[in-house]
């Protein structure tokens, strides 16, 4: 950390240059108005207003106001706000008005036309027990019911999952329903091992583990005809039940709660799969965009447990694939118990793809010094329903934050160097589809100019900090960490953050890298534009549950919050004091401050698990020269180590500001370099060839995907295929090598090529 008195020694010395220079130039003549002028042109260009505004910051600390954050939180989580609704739209506006009155320089609607999908509100998704008479013993629940007021909004989606398609599909009598535990490829195989075949049936899975995409795609894999996916009081209510064990009492999910959500597996509007949908752009035909082909239904705990107690067939094959409903003894089927061998399980639904307006709020605060460098922060606006935690929390947070920099530059006169980017993105439930049109409208620009992305989606959801991201951005979000009060009981954020990781038995404290599941996936994982996601979610030495159970919910409502969640507001006021100082820190430094060497290490920690996992001694089996892979990540770690030694040390001279622009460049592109311009093989969305989630789970991280993708089930293919897959594996081992050494030579010295 460069320390306020080498600035100022810089900035005396480079004043004192200009000065001096122009005095020995104009002889004794007193220095002219148009000098003065250039002096305070050199200072600001020289100038860290992130080490010599100090104060500033502890304003900042101060502004962010729990009361604020509450009353914007009331009113963005007052009604469902679906994508493309009228209520989405107002809440567009609304964040436009905001951005105005907060003094932003300018603030636009973007809106793109893109392909969403909704139940039939007059013809609700149904599942059914029919007996031999064809009388329906049971019909599904497609509504919570209403357990308090702030619940109960008629406008509320029915319960559904987005771009299955409509269908009606039925079982024979008596057998045809496999429960399949939560639907991943081991529970997959686990059934084939039992002789438990799904083919032609309608099969039954538990969320949790895995994104409910990959769970259908697994089930139409193996020939399922439809899919029934329910919430597990084991996954979405550990207490208990009753009425006095979940919500509204508790954070825990009433047997009611149904989980929406989308089962695409792309990115952005499916209609533009890698073009942005304006309005003269190309658009696939409907049948041609890549959708799921069997219907699939959500439902509660109350309504999955009257068709679960009634399969029987092959039993649970271990605790494992036991869930939380008492009496239910979770057998795969495909058989129903004998008494209801005349019963039929029916699956009908409605679901219509229809293209809707969307709208992106982009609001600029421009930079006085740097306006064409970028620091953008974004989250969506869009819910399923109330959303108040996910999105609502995050958009709370970032509207309060817009206020405070917005009130630092009208009664400060503060400006940032850099040009700071604020983002209200629509539809990304759907599929990120706003971030991903905007990215790809504007991603020569975002390639080129973009400084970091920071994603606030679902600031609180629970009282743990959780802030993967680029190893280039740890050490600055580790100390804006340090500068933040904390939010329960330690002095700070990172006291908190660190205790926790403690508890958790991390032995070297790490940040970690990104997963799938947000608007930051375009910035990082297209453009290759460093990006952290900052959210406070479960504590898991309390429950190791997959997601907080409200999660999608006609339930996440702001009682919720303000009741269970982030009861007083200090959740949401950590997650704004951190968003705003993490942005000024980037807006503001002179160089700015990535942490360089944490990339090659990160990197080196992914080579390390493959040495681990044996999946090394795999790889060197169809190409010894993987190890050249190894040398060259040594080397950049040797000159990532030496770049920043040799920074450290020129930022103790004067540094002029070409120098200080082509410096800032240098670290900037320095992820970039790891963007294949063709994508990960066999995904061309994906690019980023270090840091992306693999394709087999989109929730989960691994480094090198390419690597673990290009393995994924090698030893099943034929001669000819293996043959052919090995191949692939050394092309991209050899990109993969030749990117670190590109990485390499982008540190040597400007002149060096
Ligand atoms: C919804 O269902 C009704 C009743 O079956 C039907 O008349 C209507 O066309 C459907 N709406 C859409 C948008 O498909
Ligand atoms: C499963 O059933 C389908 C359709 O009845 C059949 O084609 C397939 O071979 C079966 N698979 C196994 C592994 O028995
Ligand atoms: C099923 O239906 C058949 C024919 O209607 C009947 O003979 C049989 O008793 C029924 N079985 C049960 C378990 O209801
Ligand atoms: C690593 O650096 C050394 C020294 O500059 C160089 O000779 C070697 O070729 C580099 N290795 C790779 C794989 O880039
Ligand atoms: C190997 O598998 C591929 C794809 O499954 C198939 O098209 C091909 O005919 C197979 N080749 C041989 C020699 O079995
Ligand atoms: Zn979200």
Not at 544 to 550: A, E, F, G, L
Not at 585 to 595: E, M, W
Not at 715 to 725: A, C, I, M
Request: net charge negative.
């Amino acid at each position: 950390m460069i320390s306020q008195n080498i600035i100022a020694t810089v900035v005396a010395a480079a004043v004192g240059l200009l000065v001096g220079g122009l005095i020995g130039h104009l002889g004794t003549k007193t220095v002219s108005s148009s000098d003065t002028e250039k002096i305070s042109i050199m200072e600001k260009l020289v100038a860290d207003k992130w080490e010599s505004e100090e104060h500033l910051n502890h304003k900042i600390i101060d502004m962010v106001n729990t009361d604020n954050l509450r009353n914007n939180l009331m009113e963005l989580a007052k009604f469902p706000h679906l994508a493309g609704t009228e209520r989405d739209h107002q809440l567009a506006h609304l964040i436009h008005n905001r951005f105005m009155k907060a003094g932003f320089d300018t603030a636009d609607l973007v809106s793109y036309d893109v392909l969403l999908s909704r139940p039939n509100r007059t013809n609700p998704n149904l599942i059914t027990l029919e007996d031999e008479q064809g009388q329906v013993i049971f019909t599904s629940a497609y509504q919570e019911k209403s357990l308090q007021k702030d619940d109960s909004d008629p406008e509320f989606i029915h319960a559904f999952n987005a771009y299955t398609p409509a269908g009606d599909v039925r079982t024979e009598a008596g057998r045809g329903v496999v429960y399949v535990n939560y639907a991943r490829v081991e529970d997959f195989d686990k059934l084939e091992e039992l002789n438990v075949n799904v083919s032609g049936c309608i099969v039954i899975a538990r969320y949790g583990k895995i994104f409910r995409g990959n769970k259908l795609v697994h089930a139409q894999e193996r020939g399922a005809k439809g899919m029934i996916l329910f919430s597990d009081p084991n996954d979405v209510a550990l207490e208990g039940v009753e009425a006095q064990d979940v919500y509204p009492n508790s954070w825990w999910l009433p047997g009611s709660g149904m989980q929406r959500g989308t089962t695409y597996m792309g990115d952005g509007d499916p209609l533009t799969p890698g073009w942005p949908s304006t309005a003269q752009a190309y658009r696939l035909k409907i049948e041609d965009a890549d959708l799921p082909k069997i219907p699939c239904q959500p439902i509660g705990y109350d309504d999955a447990r009257v068709i679960l107690e009634k399969i029987g067939g092959t039993p649970a094959p271990g605790d494992d694939w036991k869930g939380g409903l008492t009496g239910v003894a979770y057998n795969l089927g495909p058989e129903l118990q004998d008494r209801y061998s005349n019963y039929t399980l029916r699956l009908n639904t409605h679901n219509v793809l229809q293209v809707h307006r969307s709208y992106n709020v982009i609001g600029i605060i421009k930079g006085e010094v740097e306006p064409d460098r970028y620091v953008i922060v974004g989250n969506h606006r869009d819910a399923w329903g109330y959303g108040a935690s996910d999105p609502s929390s995050g958009t709370a947070q970032m509207l309060e934050t817009a206020r405070v920099l917005g009130q630092l530059i009208s009664s400060t006169g503060w400006r940032p160097r850099r040009t700071l980017v604020f983002c209200s993105w629509g539809a990304e439930e759907y599929g990120l589809i706003g971030s991903t049109e905007w990215v790809e409208e504007h991603v020569d620009k975002l390639k080129e100019r973009a400084v970091m992305y920071l994603n606030t989606d679902t600031c609180a959801s629970g009282p743990i900090i959780h802030v993967p991201g680029s190893p280039l951005l740890w050490d600055p979000v580790t100390a804006v960490m340090k500068m933040v009060p904390g939010v329960r009981d330690g002095a700070t954020v990172y006291d908190e953050w660190k205790a926790y990781q403690i508890s958790q038995n991390v032995t070297t404290l790490k940040m970690k890298t990104l997963g799938s599941g947000s608007d930051y996936a375009p910035f990082s994982f297209y453009c290759g534009i460093p990006c952290v996601d900052m959210w406070f979610r479960r504590d898991k030495n309390k429950n190791d549950i997959s997601i907080y159970p409200s999660y999608h919910t006609g339930y996440e409502t702001f009682y919720m919050v303000d009741k269970n969640v982030d009861p007083g507001f200090r959740i949401h006021q950590g997650c704004g004091r951190i968003a705003s100082l993490l942005l000024k820190y980037f807006a503001d430094s002179l160089i700015i401050p990535y942490s360089l060497q944490h990339l090659p290490e990160a990197m080196k920690d992914a080579l390390d698990t493959f040495k681990k996992s044996g999946t090394r001694d795999k790889i060197i089996r169809i190409y010894e020269k993987y190890t050249l892979l190894e040398e060259s990540l040594t080397n950049f770690t040797d000159a990532a180590a030496t770049f920043e030694r040799e920074l450290e040390e020129k930022r103790t001279k004067n540094l002029d500001p070409v120098t200080i622009r082509a410096i800032n460049d240098q670290m900037m592109k320095l992820e970039r370099v790891f963007i294949l311009p063709a994508g990960l093989p066999g995904r061309p969305d994906i690019r980023h060839a270090v840091f992306a989630p693999s394709q087999f789970d989109n929730y989960a991280t691994s480094g090198f995907p390419g690597i673990s993708d290009l393995l994924h089930n090698i030893e099943e293919l034929n001669e000819t295929e293996r043959l052919k897959k090995e191949e692939e594996i050394k092309r991209h081992i050899s990109d993969l090598t030749i990117m670190v050494q590109r990485a390499v030579s982008l540190l040597k010295d400007f002149h060096m090529i």
